[in-house]
Structures are given as C-alpha cells and as structure tokens.
C-alpha cells in the first residue's frame, strides 16, 4: 500500500480541491486526543451536520435513554440545537462536534488519479440496489497522534498550503452545491 501511495504522490502535480464536506465527531470523557465520526462526513454546510446530530440525539432521547434525567439531557440538546448554531455540544459527557474535511484529488499526467491495486475492495461485490453498504467513515476513529506512514507524512506537508484561489468556498450552503473542482499547483 505504501509503495503504491509513493507511486500516485510523485505522479501528481496539479491538486483539485471540490471544498469541504462536514459531518459530526463525538469524543468521550477520557478519551482525548481520539474522536469517532458519529455523523458522515458528507453534508454540504455545518447547519446540515448540526441537523443530523440533532436527529441522531432525538433518537437516542426516544429509543435509547435509560431514564427520565438521561432523556432530558438529550432533549435539551435537541432544543438549543433548533433555537442557535452550536458547532460544539456536550451531552452526557460526550463532546459533539462539527468537523469540516476537505475533498481533493491529484492530478497527474494521465489524468485524475484512479484506484490504485491496494485499494479495498469487498469481498463478494453486491449489485443489489436495495442493500446498503456501511459508509465509508461509519465507525471511523480520528486519532490525531496515531503514527503515520512517511508518505502520509508528505502528503501533510505538501497540501500545508492549500488554499483556494478565489473568493468564496467552492461549496455552497444556501443553493445547488458547487460541483466544480478548482486546480492547485503543488
């Protein structure tokens, strides 16, 4: 996997950023600096991820609250989640929070980048529409201090600069996401 993720680094010179996409990690007593992704890191602005952490705690209120005080906790939550925009919320000891990740990927000379052969696969590939396949982040663990790999090392220093080019995100809240991918010299 390593040796494949050199090959792609050094065959890239353009990056193509399509904006940020946000989601919601939650992050226990004791468990600092490790978060969990909660909500998938696929909304389109922070009020949509806000939403679906309020959703996600109205039904742990309704199917999941051991008891009265426990049910009202997660309930209060739910209330200050519709009446202001709350990026940060502890409930029950657990920190939620809204997280922003942005989406890029390199261009080389042939092109944008393809799977490479280490990518995973499942096992037995299902055509079946009706069924659901995890998301990619369900169960996701960020452990900011978990080691890395020299390539993912580089990887880090190399996009240290990014930034867009223009004014404005790439991506809109209010209307029809920006679809477009904005090109960045590496």
């Known amino acids: 996997m390593e040796a494949d993720a050199l090959a792609a680094a050094l065959d890239v010179n353009t990056v193509l950023v399509?904006?940020?996409?946000?989601?919601?990690?939650?992050?226990d007593v004791?468990?600092?600096?490790?978060w969990r992704v909660v909500v998938a890191v696929q909304e389109g602005c922070p009020q949509q991820a806000r939403n679906s952490l309020n959703s996600?705690?109205?039904?742990?209120?309704?199917?999941?609250?051991q008891n009265p005080a426990e049910r009202r906790a997660l309930l209060a939550a739910v209330a200050r989640?519709?009446?202001?925009?709350?990026?940060?919320?502890?409930?029950?000891?657990?920190?939620?929070r809204v997280v922003r990740?942005?989406?890029?990927?390199?261009?080389?000379?042939?092109g944008i980048e393809q799977p490479r052969p280490t990518?995973?696969?499942?096992?037995?590939?299902?055509w079946d529409r009706g069924k659901r396949e995890a998301r990619i982040d369900h169960g996701l663990v960020l452990e900011p201090e978990a080691p890395i790999t020299p390539v993912q090392a580089a990887e880090r220093l190399a996009l240290?600069?990014?930034?867009?080019?223009?004014?404005?995100?790439p991506r809109t809240c209010a209307g029809?996401?920006?679809r477009r991918l904005r090109p960045i010299r590496t």
């Open 30 to 34: 004791g468990e600092a600096p490790r």
């Open 81 to 96: 989640l519709e009446s202001e925009r709350v990026d940060e919320l502890t409930v029950l000891g657990t920190r939620n």
């Open 119 to 126: 990518d995973p696969e499942p096992a037995v590939p299902n």
């Open 160 to 169: 240290r600069d990014l930034d867009y080019p223009g004014p404005g995100s």
């Open 101 to 110: 990740a942005e989406e890029y990927a390199g261009l080389g000379r042939d």
């Open 176 to 178: 029809t996401p920006n």
């Open 18 to 27: 399509r904006g940020p996409l946000f989601g919601v990690a939650a992050q």
């Open 56 to 65: 996600l705690l109205w039904f742990r209120a309704k199917d999941e609250a």
